[in-house]
């Protein structure tokens, strides 16, 4: 019987995530309210669904008592946000939030099987930063001052970012996290991501006159420049395709664009023959199998993960995902791919564009500049972060060791993702505001003195 | 910012195309790494299928006991022991190189799936291998009790016919005598396959190549004439023709055809060291094989700085030259190829346990190791050979071959030589290059040829 259900669950969850994936697009075309809302509903039902087939397999595989309260927490945890974020923001982006709450299941089940402990570990954090995370849309509301302040968080980030490059504790030729003893460290270029892109937002949305794109440009660099000194080539490149993207579509000038672009890759290209770790990555990358013994292992564990799993996985705890270095961290994607198999890895790929769609589909609708650009430079970090670590798992490009948001192991890397969500539901609820704000405009038939206004004028 | 959108999306989208590109193209290829351990999970619910010979002959199955213990047998024992290689305590062979073909089961799916839940295993897919049975008994029992190698390749596709290597084991026997098998050195021991991972000094089979450099150098090589008096001195180091025989006046042809040491020597002195070291590099001396097989790479040593005597031996292949059986047949199957090389390769296609065909594996040209007419000039070159130079034994075959033989001397007892021939079949529809290296066999003509003869026989 046992069997049975973990055989017909490795069919059962590619169909459960190819449904859910189908509806993320689905439902976008979708003209009538009831039907959006039904759609949504029923996202809900296949992720619960999938969730508890997922933690069936889990519990009959490992006869652990312990996974059923984890399993009913895990739940009640879901239905919590789902249901809290419903009745206090009534007007919240329904597609976002099923996508975060699938992204951090889908992480819970996966931890789960790789180390109970960390899965544990994650859900804690998970629910902190939820319960964080509720007073962000309402913050992001109330606080007009946010534009105001470009500096605190240019400075701040800057700050943090030049703590750890000279205080930060070595892990595997990188510094990217502050120790405090040895139970609690957290890498501050999560947060300062966020940050960052508020600096960019807040600077460029009130000049894009030449001088001041040099000065916010200076201190775009610095931040990169710190983050290749701690030897975050992941992160660096991060920062600096965010900013590039912030730019160009605050200044639309296509040259910073390009001109940045190119002299990125020039850059990379310097940094290629200047730094080994930088070639031992390339290396890894361009004929993993040549080195199969040290600099190629990590990645050809991958690839033999995924291609051992194919289309429909090994099954939960069927394979051997923990044959890769860091498999929770950098290379979740991989575990994912062998034991939930291709299909599923697919889904996974598609729900992340998912996310990324919407994040620059709100961007869009934003108004304000400053709302707009940041929602976009919030959307472009998630969107490139994703293709760093799929990439690299999968030997597209080479690998740079960065995570798969809300779903790798790691507090930062969740807080800040949950953080970054939650933004821009904040700036989603603004959307609607604008929107009503408008609309009230148009009724009364007088000129009024709104910010909405304003910025559209400006625009 | 749509373009933005559509930047980011193409991003997604590219990753995704790859993704499905390597469950669909590469995955096989990278999974069947002996560096998986994951195919050890395969083992846990499939049964290894049958390794096949071309004709369906099997050479390695699997046999379930009714408690449901599993033995690998191999009804041919020792015969196909290096190319078929063993299963347990590591693996070897094809064993190895398709391990995890006989460990997937490309059965009928709901088949597959009504074992999975049954908790019964699946039968792995079949390897049908390039491996002639008629060839291989023929290559086996020639060798006889010496040890040595020979191997086989159909030079139009790069299809190995037969693989034979002694000292051998009887695979069957693996868990039995495995210790005894390991006691002795490495290169000692009979798990050794000396086809691909013994290396020999090559003698005068190499004289095919320093005749290949010499014609590449010198547009007027034909007009070459040498009187040979059984040695030739240079300093204070005198070089000797087989059994100090003087050959007399020898022209380019008579000095290949007669093997004559001393013609070879003086050619060898006017090369230019830089050019055959880069003739040595395109036939892939000091390069990696395109074998999946375990090799031992061959390596050839000459440089500017390199003495005469360095020169006069490297050129009759003695010196510090080196080369394993398998590269010689890969040489010998380029020449009769028009020069071009074809990817040796062992397993043909594979199918189900019920003999439907799953993957089909095509030749693959390797590359041109030299112009159509440099290989044309090399088979009439070693067409004489037979005809009317040292490979005498072979002239009562009812076909043309064309071959080199060898008599390479490997310590400083002069008196014992490894015997070497390499040839190939001219003008037959089906076509074969051979080459038989026999351990401290002596002359190639009196030890090597006829074993290569015999496979010959065998084939036509």
Redesign the interface.
């Known amino acids: 019987m046992t069997n049975l259900i973990v055989e017909l669950s490795k069919y059962g969850l590619s169909i459960l995530a190819a449904l859910y994936t189908l509806l993320c697009f689905s439902i976008l075309k979708k003209k009538g309210t009831v039907e959006k809302v039904q759609g949504f509903g029923l996202q809900l039902l296949i992720l619960f669904f999938l969730h508890f087939l997922a933690y069936t397999v889990l519990y009959l595989k490992t006869e652990n008592d312990n996974l059923l309260v984890f399993y009913v927490l895990q739940v009640a945890l879901i239905t919590f946000v789902q249901i809290f974020f419903q009745t206090v923001y009534p007007k919240v982006n329904r597609l976002v939030l099923n996508n975060m709450c699938f992204l951090m299941a889908v992480g819970f089940i996966i931890l789960t099987r790789l180390s109970y402990d960390k899965a544990v570990k994650q859900f804690q954090i998970a629910a902190a930063s939820l319960v964080l995370s509720f007073c962000v849309p309402f913050l992001i509301r109330k606080c007009k001052f946010l534009e105001n302040i470009p500096w605190v968080y240019g400075g701040v980030g800057l700050a943090l970012l030049g703590i750890v490059a000279i205080m930060g504790s070595v892990s595997h030729g990188a510094k990217l996290a502050l120790s405090f003893g040895s139970l609690f460290s957290i890498q501050p270029s999560e947060f300062v991501k966020l940050s960052f892109v508020f600096f960019a937002a807040a600077r460029l949305s009130e000049s894009t006159a030449f001088k001041d794109v040099v000065i916010t440009s200076v201190m775009a660099g610095a931040h990169v420049l710190v983050l290749v000194a701690s030897r975050d080539l992941g992160g660096a490149l991060i920062f600096f395709v965010a900013y590039l993207v912030v730019l160009y579509v605050a200044t639309k000038q296509p040259f910073y664009l390009l001109g940045g672009l190119g002299a990125g890759s020039a850059a990379a290209y310097v940094a290629y023959l200047l730094f080994s770790h930088v070639q031992v990555r390339v290396l890894a990358w361009s004929d993993p199998f040549s080195y199969i013994d040290k600099e190629g292992y990590q990645i050809t564990q991958s690839l033999f993960a995924i291609g051992t799993g194919s289309w429909f996985g090994m099954g939960l705890l069927q394979g051997t995902p923990n044959k890769i270095p860091f498999v929770e961290q950098d290379f979740v994607f991989s575990a994912v791919a062998e034991e939930l198999g291709g299909i599923f890895a697919i889904c996974l790929i598609l729900i992340c564009l998912s996310c990324f769609l919407m994040f620059v589909n709100i961007a869009m609708q934003l108004k304000d500049s400053f709302y707009k650009l940041t929602a976009l430079g919030l959307g472009t970090l998630y969107g490139f972060q994703v293709f760093l670590t799929i990439g690299g798992g999968i030997k597209f490009i080479p690998s740079t060791g960065v995570t798969l948001p809300l779903v790798s192991y790691g507090g930062s890397s969740l807080l800040a993702t949950i953080l970054m969500f939650s933004i821009i539901q904040g700036m989603y609820l603004l959307r609607v505001d604008e929107g009503l704000k408008n609309e009230k405009k148009k009724q009364k038939r007088s000129p009024r003195r709104g910010k909405a206004e304003k910025t559209k004028k400006e625009s | 910012?749509a373009?933005?959108?559509y930047i980011?999306?193409g991003?997604?989208a590219?990753?995704?195309v790859?993704?499905?590109y390597?469950?669909g193209f590469?995955?096989?290829d990278?999974?069947n790494?002996p560096?998986?351990?994951?195919?050890e999970?395969f083992a846990e619910q499939v049964i290894r299928g049958k390794i096949l010979a071309a004709d369906g002959e099997t050479l390695a199955e699997t046999l379930v006991a009714a408690d449901g213990t599993e033995t690998r047998s191999y009804p041919y024992g020792n015969m196909f022991a290096h190319a078929v290689g063993y299963s347990s305590h590591g693996k070897a062979g094809l064993e190895l190189l398709g391990n995890f073909h006989v460990l997937t089961s490309n059965a009928y799916l709901p088949e597959r799936?009504m074992k999975?839940?049954r908790?019964e295993k699946n039968t792995g897919d079949n390897l049908v291998t390039t491996l002639d049975v008629d060839l291989q008994r023929a290559a086996y029992a020639a060798l006889g009790n010496h040890k040595g190698a020979v191997v086989a390749i159909e030079p139009s596709t790069g299809k190995i016919l037969c693989m034979v290597s002694k000292p051998d084991f009887d695979p069957n026997q693996v868990d039995a005598q495995w210790e005894d098998w390991n006691a002795l050195d490495p290169a000692d021991s009979v798990l050794y396959n000396r086809a691909t991972q013994g290396l020999y000094p090559p003698g005068s089979v190499f004289k095919i190549i320093t005749l290949l450099e010499y014609m590449r150098e010198d547009p007027d090589a034909e007009d070459f004439s040498f009187d040979c008096d059984g040695t030739l001195t240079r300093g204070d180091y005198t070089i000797g023709c087989y059994r100090k025989t003087a050959h007399g006046m020898q022209s380019l042809q008579k000095a290949f055809a007669n093997s004559c040491n001393t013609a070879f020597a003086q050619i060898g002195l006017g090369l230019d060291a830089d050019n055959f070291s880069q003739t040595c590099d395109q036939l892939l001396f000091d390069q990696k094989l395109p074998l999946s097989l375990p090799y031992s790479r061959s390596s050839f040593v000459l440089d500017s700085g390199s003495s005469d005597s360095e020169r006069m031996m490297t050129s009759i292949g003695q010196g510090e030259t080196m080369v394993s059986p398998m590269h010689m047949a890969m040489i010998a199957s380029a020449i009769s190829n028009r020069g071009v090389l074809m990817e040796p390769y062992l397993i043909d296609h594979l199918e189900t346990y019920t003999g439907n065909t799953v993957r089909t594996f095509r030749p693959k040209a390797y590359g041109k190791l030299m112009t159509d007419v440099e290989a044309k000039t090399l088979t009439e070159y070693m067409e004489q050979v037979i005809a009317e130079g040292t490979a005498t034994s072979l002239r009562s075959l009812n076909i043309t071959v064309a071959g080199k033989t060898g008599s390479a001397e490997f310590s400083s007892d002069k008196s014992k030589s490894h015997a070497w021939f390499t040839g190939f079949s001219v003008g037959e529809e089906k076509d074969l290059a051979v080459c038989v290296l026999v351990e401290e066999g002596g002359s190639g003509n009196g030890q090597a040829a006829p074993i290569a003869g015999k496979v010959f026989e065998a084939y036509y």
């Open positions: 910012m373009v933005v959108t980011f999306s991003l997604f590219m990753l995704a790859y993704f499905v390597f469950e590469l995955r096989e990278v999974i790494n560096y998986n351990s994951r195919q999970l799936v999975d839940i908790e």
